[in-house]
């Protein structure tokens, strides 16, 4: 069975940083991409970044544009979320997707961002 795992979640004081992990699993990851969204207290999924199956393409939200980087190992079937310069406004659960048939998602990783 598909199986995603995320990881890295935390408390974070703004300007600082926290590294995301999304572990696959059931399915031949290096085949799709992946991407990243968050769900803030009260509010909708927000799109925050994907990944091409090979990592030649990225992209980014325009509010997370600058700060976050995402990467792929295809050979541990892991995702990253290198997060910096961290704001109050980025405070949400973070999950992972895999672009494949009805989409799979993980269970999520909270992420505080608060002085």
């Known amino acids: 069975q598909v199986q995603l795992e995320e990881s890295g979640g935390g408390l974070a004081q703004p300007g600082g940083s926290l590294r995301l992990s999304c572990a696959a699993s059931?399915?031949?990851?290096?085949?799709?991409?992946i991407s990243w969204a968050r769900q803030a207290p009260g509010k909708g999924l927000e799109w925050v970044s994907g990944?091409?199956?090979?990592?030649?393409?990225?992209y980014y939200a325009e509010s997370v544009k600058g700060r976050f980087t995402i990467s792929r190992d295809n050979a541990k079937n892991t995702v990253y979320l290198q997060m910096n310069s961290l704001k109050p406004e980025d405070t949400a659960v973070y999950y992972c997707?895999?672009?494949?048939?009805?989409?799979?998602w993980g269970q999520g990783t909270q992420v505080t961002v608060s002085s």
């Open positions: 997707n895999i672009h494949y048939g009805p989409g799979y």
């Open positions: 059931g399915f031949t990851f290096s085949n799709y991409a």
């Open positions: 990944i091409w199956s090979d990592g030649s393409d990225t």
